[in-house]
């Protein structure tokens, strides 16, 4: 519900959206598909790799420059 309200929003249409669950299944990830989430991450999370997701992204590179 939360992607989809962001989508719908002009100013947050294009944000990057991530998942973080503990749900590993195929369903899962078909479901965050399906909700238009740009990455389903599993906990726990690794910082390190996040950041160089957020880093090569292109909607997130901008933000994450000084990180």
């Not at 503990?22 to 989430?37: E, P």
């Amino acid at each position: 519900e939360v992607a989809q309200h962001l989508r719908e929003q002009p100013e947050t249409k294009d944000v990057f959206i991530i998942a973080v669950t503990g749900y590993a299944m195929q369903r899962d990830r078909a479901r965050c598909q399906a909700a238009d989430i740009d990455l389903h991450m599993l906990k726990p999370v690794d910082g390190h790799q996040l950041l160089e997701i957020l880093q090569a992204n292109p909607r997130t590179a901008a933000v994450t420059q000084s990180a």
